[in-house]
């Protein structure tokens, strides 16, 4: 018997077109599952976003708090500035009146002369007075540091509230589109 030279070229033409057939049958399977996958990937960016927006919104509110706070802390720290800077006048005139105390000293040092029993006690004041200009000069000059450092402080609040108004001015331009 005689073998049809096409047959064997028939053969593999058939086996070539199962094969294929069964490519786009897998093929079309694995679309099937990429296009599921892209799916839940959707799903799950879109609930992303859903929780990002409430993020956004809980932290303008949070950054409006903060600022509000920061107001607060300015005008108090201002309040105390001032009461500071009071005080210090105040323990400078005191001061002022102790310096004048110096020749109340020197007149009992004369008195003393005069009152030979007082002389002791006078001397134990004219002591305690100089001991009380000693502290007010002490307390006048720390005062004095007090009252710059809450210079300081009200202006490095001043800075900071600045810089919060930076961070919730984008903030307060992207609220009125986020949902409440």
């Not at 694995?30 to 799916?39: E, N, S």
């Not at 009071?86 to 008195?111: C, G, K, S, Y």
């Not at 001397?123 to 300081?152: F, K, L, P, Y």
Request: proline fraction near 4%.
């Amino acid at each position: 018997m005689t073998v049809d030279p096409r047959t064997p070229i028939v053969q593999v033409m058939a086996r070539l077109g199962r094969e294929t057939q069964l490519h786009l049958d897998e093929r079309h399977r694995h679309f099937k599952v990429t296009d599921k996958v892209i799916l839940v990937i959707s799903l799950l960016l879109i609930m992303l976003a859903c929780v990002n927006v409430y993020y956004v919104t809980v932290l303008y509110q949070d950054l409006n708090g903060i600022v509000d706070n920061m107001d607060s802390m300015y005008r108090n720290l201002s309040r105390v500035d001032r009461d500071m800077d009071l005080i210090a006048q105040r323990v400078q005139r005191f001061d002022r009146h102790i310096q004048r105390m110096t020749p109340i000293t020197a007149n009992i040092e004369a008195m003393t002369g005069v009152m030979p029993n007082l002389r002791g006690n006078m001397q134990n004041m004219q002591a305690t007075i100089t001991d009380v200009d000693i502290n007010m000069q002490q307390m006048t000059n720390a005062m004095g540091g007090i009252a710059q450092q809450m210079h300081q402080m009200t202006g490095g609040m001043s800075v900071m509230r600045a810089n919060v108004h930076q961070i919730s001015g984008p903030m307060g331009a992207i609220n009125p589109m986020l949902p409440n």
